[in-house]
């Protein structure tokens, strides 16, 4: 078929071919400006496709960025775990101990600079930990009391529940190695998870039922009325889910399982599966709001993004690995990203929120924070590693991105030689941080891979 300019309408194309046959045929096409923002996708799509996705895919396959350490082991502390995926692509192969770069696996979770691992340093670490060891002789249970009231007061403006990496069950894992993708786990489990995040934790009341949701009694209308009825910060978390679930699926479809033939596996991009997660109609005018999502949540982590420059501008943050030249470009690339994301001509503006009386406003962000913290220990509930294991660092990433935009006065009040006490980051958090965003710039992107697609297709 032929498809002239003027044959593409609100998504559709009418294919002329013929002069008797005129056929509709569907391009899943997302347009127009985002709601409670004023930023429109096609300003998206090109910032990200021409400056954001070729550096942030660079720095991901940095060592510094790479290496993340992360407890797959943590028991799901809402239901009894129906037992873990046996399917072999489920697995998490973690990194050896020789793999890691030396400056990763000597420091402290909070240190990520050449000074602070020095061997002064160090020494006075271990020192400190073999005065301050908790009496072996006390139970596990005890022990992990201890660790929990020594982290309370950093916890505070945490959005996520953080592993602990001093847990014996906490490993790296190379993540270049460990590549997101569908794994075949399915069904019952996986269901089981999201219905729990958004039936328990997106402030929503249980007589109104989320769209598709196999137990619905009917269309998801009266899921929108009550949607748009809530304040702005309740609608927002709402996003924030949706746009990370449909991340996440298209993650799935870009990187399909297609075929394996005497054990060589082929991946690559699946558009009847991807038709299944996003057509409008197989879901039902569902997929285009779960892809407006996915920018909105794109746009809530690009502003975190450009908050946070000030916090690794400083001389002080090394990104330190081990390797003084490598650690050096590594830090020039992610200031010129940070560069980037401030140059974003149309940010969200996170002032809209909490903006209300002190008291409310106080009691609302407080609410806001232990629901996705929530969400986030869901995420040892996800019965794949591999799945959990992308699951944690996206959430995580997410809730970093939280933590710092409502913590704007603490990252502009930032000693330029020392550590802060009033805001501080974990490499932990700065690699979710950043890979979080690299894989919603995956995303878009893929979303135009698709779009391509489709179109052929036809």
Known sequence: PIYSPAAVHKGFLFSTSSPTLVTLVFLIIVTGVLDDCLCDIDSIDNFNTFKIFPKIKKLQERDYFRYYKVNLKRPCPFWAEDGHCSIKDCHVEPCPESKIPVGIKAGNSNKYSKVANSTKELEDCEQASKLGAINSTLSNQSKEAFIDWARYDDSQDHFCELDDERSPAAQYVDLLLNPERYTGYKGSSAWRVWNSIYEENCFKPRSVYRPLNPLAPSRGESFYTWLE?????????????????????????????????????????????????????????????????????????????????????????????????????????????????????MHFDEKSMFAGDKKGAKSLKEEFRLHFKNISRIMDCVGCDKCRLWGKLQTQGLGTALKILFSEKEIQKLPENSPSKGFQLTRQEIVALLNAFGRLSTSIRELQNFKVLLQHSR
């Open 229 to 345: 009825g809530l304040c702005l910060e309740k609608r927002v978390f709402y996003k924030l889910i949706s746009g990370l679930h449909a991340s996440i699926n298209l993650h799935l479809c870009a990187n399909y399982l297609l075929e394996e033939t005497w054990g060589k596996p082929s991946w690559g991009p699946n558009i009847k599966e991807f038709k299944r997660r996003f057509d409008p109609v197989e879901t039902k005018g569902e997929g285009p709001r779960r892809l407006k999502n996915l920018y909105f949540l794109y746009l809530i982590e690009l502003r975190a993004l450009s908050k946070v420059a000030p916090y690794f501008e400083r001389s002080i943050v090394d990104l330190y690995t081990g390797n003084v030249q490598e650690d050096a470009d590594t830090k020039t690339l992610l200031l010129n990203i940070f560069q980037d994301t401030k140059s974003f001509p």
